[in-house]
């Protein structure tokens, strides 16, 4: 029997998972299935995928933190995190981990000599990279739009603005984890601001892929290097593949099929 695995979301139509993770089990003949879940409310997340019988699920905008709530245990990363983005159906146990900040340094690495990077954003995207960068050894400042999302920031050791209190400086690397763009043409921070950072930064990068968000638009125009989400998307779906296959699949076969949809 095949086993079934899901993206939950909402949205989640725009999700290529499923597309990246199917293309790996077709072609490396691995009996699995993989679908998009629409779910509106994050608490039912447990309760849905032990309806459903998944065998692993990935977790995107906005049930990151439900996700991590829905879990019996959390390894890893993820753990001091309380951000899951992908879990797994172990011995009647839902297992969580966070494969986004390992999946962006992997999309980064062409980027050379950074140390400052600014987030923008400080939702479940923006905790993960924040986290991984300082545990690198990166300088990290995190802008967001509402005060009170900056609050579980401040244990960490990064700066922290809203935008009424934002003072910009010069940047290495500027990165967009906020959803503005996504559904809509909005800029991720005021234009006056976004335009004072951008004067001062050598590379930009968005969590979003798909598509050239206001934000990449900008920096596009202003001739700064950026990637969008794809390589993040790659990255956190190759280790997140190989979660639910648990080592009966090779990590570079994985890599060659799912990387075969971006070159579409
Ligand atoms: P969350 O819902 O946890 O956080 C959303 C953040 O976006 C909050 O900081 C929120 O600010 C901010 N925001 C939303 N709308 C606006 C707006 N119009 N203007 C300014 N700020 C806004 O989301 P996630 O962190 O889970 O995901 C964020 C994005 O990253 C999504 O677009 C997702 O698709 C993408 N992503 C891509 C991945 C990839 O593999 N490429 C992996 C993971 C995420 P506030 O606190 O003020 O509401």
Redesign the pocket.
Do not use: C
């Given at each position: 029997m095949k086993k079934l695995f899901g993206i939950f979301g909402n949205p989640v139509s725009h999700s290529k998972s499923p597309l990246m993770h199917n293309m790996v089990f077709k072609n490396l003949h691995y009996k699995g299935c993989y679908t998009r879940i629409l779910l509106e409310d994050g608490t039912k997340l447990r309760e849905t995928f032990l309806n459903l019988k998944l065998s692993g699920a990935n977790i995107?905008?906005?049930h990151?933190?439900a996700a991590f709530k829905a879990c019996d245990e959390v390894r890893g990363f993820a753990k001091n995190l309380g951000v899951v983005?992908t879990i797994v159906y172990e011995n009647g146990k839902l297992i969580g981990y966070n494969t986004?900040a390992d999946?962006?340094l992997y999309a980064i690495s062409e980027f050379k000599n950074i140390n400052k990077i600014l987030i923008?954003?400080?939702?479940?995207?923006?905790?993960a990279l924040c986290a991984k960068f300082l545990e690198e050894g990166f300088n990290v400042e995190v802008l967001?739009?509402?005060p009170?999302?900056l609050e579980s920031f401040k244990t960490m050791e990064c700066k922290t603005s809203a935008w009424e209190s934002f003072k910009p400086s010069s940047y290495d690397l500027v990165v967009n984890?906020?959803?503005?763009g996504?559904e809509?043409d909005?800029?991720?921070?005021p234009k006056e601001i976004i335009e004072q950072i951008l004067n001062n930064t050598s590379y930009c990068a968005d969590?979003?892929?798909g598509k050239l968000t206001p934000f990449l638009q900008l920096a596009k125009q202003k001739k700064i290097p950026y990637k969008d989400?794809?390589d993040?998307?790659l990255?956190?779906?190759i280790l997140a593949n190989e979660l639910f296959v648990k080592n009966t699949l090779q990590k570079e076969d994985i890599q060659k099929e799912m990387r075969k949809i971006f070159e579409f």
């Open positions: 995107t905008v906005p990151k933190e983005n986004d999946g962006f923008l954003g400080a939702g479940g995207t923006a905790k967001n739009r509402s009170n999302r984890t906020t959803s503005a996504l809509d909005s800029l991720p921070v969590a979003i892929y989400g794809s993040m998307l990255g956190q779906g």
